[in-house]
């Protein structure tokens, strides 16, 4: 005769066993600040006796309508996204805020078309949705909407009705320019990163470079552009290249045919550092000293911005604040606080040894 299946261990059986309401057992695992320290430790030690591994979560949502977990829309692959240091540094700046409130983040990559697919943002278990510098029109964007799910915008797109924290990209990049231009620069080339323009990767006219689906991209071009007309330089004549991906490898192919471009520039401004830093390494497979003969100017101020060699002079924005600004943003909608104003952080020009006067 078989033996009989032993019961599994209940939220029940912990109250009883340390003499509590069910209640207090459920408060020791979701609200501990409700209960003593003494009394959690002791309500969780029973469970652990009891092998009771805590409230499901599953039944929980259903009882609550809440998943406790947060979309967090990439426009990139897993792997492409984790070799840029400037989301890592948003990205854990936002978890830590929204942590404070039991809100974990499931992270949706992107794919071809500048988001998540639309698929899986519906299928999705999450009670908000963050777009992470979303190309314009991406497909994901309608499944949020059909979802009615509340959404917090970092930096891009431009959707009605979603709380936003960006930057003044333009200013930024207007600051870049100026700094190369007061340095006696006229001879320039921009690293771009990807615009989803077809083909991928290569040279971008003046006009696919303005028409980039991405809102910082088409802000920084008119930033340096701009600028750079201003003073006088034709900006026909400057090389732009887009990169395929954001990895150094292949941004190192584009840097070394922006700086193979016959005249050969004497300053790339480069819309990220680490395309910056994949210009540095163009630069020294091609035997050009920096600064001497060639200023290399970034944009993010991440901590590979300081160790470089030489250390990169660059365009600062407060990632980790722009992270807090998101995550607070989205605690606000998910406690029905609505939308509040667009938050938008100023941006520094921090200058090292990566520019110099024009040889």
Same mark, same amino acid.
């Given at each position: 005769?078989?033996?009989?299946?032993?019961?599994?261990?209940?939220?029940?059986?912990?109250?009883?066993?340390?003499g509590v309401s069910r209640a207090t057992?459920?408060?020791?695992?979701?609200?501990?600040?409700?209960?003593?320290?003494?009394?959690?430790?002791?309500?969780?030690?029973?469970?652990?006796?009891?092998?009771?591994?805590?409230?499901?979560?599953?039944?929980?949502?259903l009882a609550t309508s809440r998943t406790?977990?947060?979309?967090?829309?990439?426009?990139?692959?897993?792997?492409?996204?984790?070799?840029?240091?400037?989301?890592?540094?948003?990205?854990?700046?936002?978890?830590?805020?929204?942590?404070?409130?039991?809100?974990?983040?499931?992270?949706?990559?992107?794919?071809?078309?500048?988001?998540?697919?639309?698929?899986?943002?519906?299928?999705?278990?999450?009670?908000?949705?963050?777009?992470?510098?979303?190309?314009?029109?991406?497909?994901?964007?309608?499944?949020?909407?059909?979802?009615?799910?509340?959404?917090?915008?970092?930096?891009?797109?431009?959707?009605?009705?979603?709380?936003?924290?960006?930057?003044?990209d333009r200013a930024g990049a207007a600051?870049?320019? %100026?700094?190369?231009? +007061? @340095?006696?620069?006229?001879? $320039?080339?921009?690293?771009?990163?990807?615009?989803? !323009? /077809? *083909?991928?990767?290569?040279?971008?006219?003046?006009?696919?470079?303005?028409?980039?689906?991405?809102?910082?991209?088409?802000?920084?071009?008119?930033?340096?552009?701009?600028?750079?007309?201003?003073?006088?330089?034709?900006?026909?004549?400057?090389?732009?290249?887009?990169?395929?991906?954001?990895?150094?490898?292949?941004?190192?192919?584009?840097?070394?045919?922006?700086?193979?471009?016959?005249?050969?520039?004497?300053?790339?401004?480069?819309?990220?550092?680490?395309?910056?830093?994949?210009?540095?390494?163009?630069?020294?497979?091609?035997?050009? %000293?920096?600064?001497? +003969? @060639?200023?290399?100017?970034? $944009?993010?101020?991440?901590?590979?911005?300081?160790? !470089? /060699? *030489?250390?990169?002079?660059?365009?600062?924005?407060?990632?980790?604040?722009?992270?807090?600004?998101?995550?607070?943003?989205?605690?606000?909608?998910?406690?029905?606080?609505?939308?509040?104003?667009?938050?938008?952080?100023?941006?520094?020009?921090?200058?090292?040894?990566?520019?110099?006067?024009?040889?």
């Amino acid at each position: 005769m078989p033996a009989p299946r032993k019961r599994k261990p209940t939220l029940d059986s912990v109250a009883e066993a340390v003499g509590v309401s069910r209640a207090t057992v459920s408060n020791a695992f979701n609200r501990p600040d409700q209960l003593s320290a003494e009394l959690r430790e002791e309500v969780l030690r029973a469970a652990r006796r009891l092998g009771y591994p805590g409230p499901n979560p599953v039944a929980r949502s259903l009882a609550t309508s809440r998943t406790g977990a947060i979309a967090f829309m990439l426009d990139t692959p897993l792997r492409a996204a984790f070799s840029d240091p400037a989301l890592s540094i948003t990205l854990d700046a936002l978890s830590t805020e929204v942590d404070t409130e039991g809100y974990a983040l499931l992270l949706l990559p992107g794919g071809d078309d500048g988001g998540p697919r639309a698929e899986r943002v519906l299928a999705a278990q999450a009670d908000l949705a963050v777009a992470y510098s979303l190309a314009d029109g991406a497909p994901a964007l309608k499944a949020v909407k059909q979802r009615r799910l509340p959404l917090v915008v970092i930096d891009q797109p431009v959707v009605a009705g979603a709380a936003v924290v960006g930057i003044n990209d333009r200013a930024g990049a207007a600051a870049a320019a %100026r700094h190369l231009l +007061d @340095l006696g620069h006229r001879r $320039f080339g921009i690293l771009s990163s990807q615009c989803l !323009s /077809t *083909p991928r990767g290569g040279p971008l006219s003046l006009e696919d470079a303005r028409r980039s689906r991405f809102r910082d991209n088409r802000e920084r071009m008119i930033g340096y552009l701009d600028t750079l007309s201003a003073a006088g330089v034709d900006p026909g004549a400057v090389p732009i290249w887009e990169t395929s991906g954001l990895s150094r490898a292949e941004a190192q192919v584009s840097a070394r045919a922006v700086l193979e471009t016959t005249p050969r520039p004497t300053a790339v401004l480069c819309m990220s550092d680490e395309l910056a830093i994949a210009t540095l390494a163009a630069a020294g497979e091609l035997g050009l %000293r920096v600064p001497e +003969d @060639l200023s290399v100017l970034g $944009f993010d101020d991440t901590d590979e911005a300081g160790w !470089s /060699t *030489p250390a990169l002079t660059t365009v600062r924005q407060d990632l980790a604040g722009k992270g807090r600004a998101a995550g607070r943003m989205a605690l606000d909608l998910l406690a029905g606080r609505g939308v509040g104003r667009p938050v938008v952080l100023e941006t520094e020009l921090v200058v090292r040894g990566s520019t110099g006067p024009v040889g």
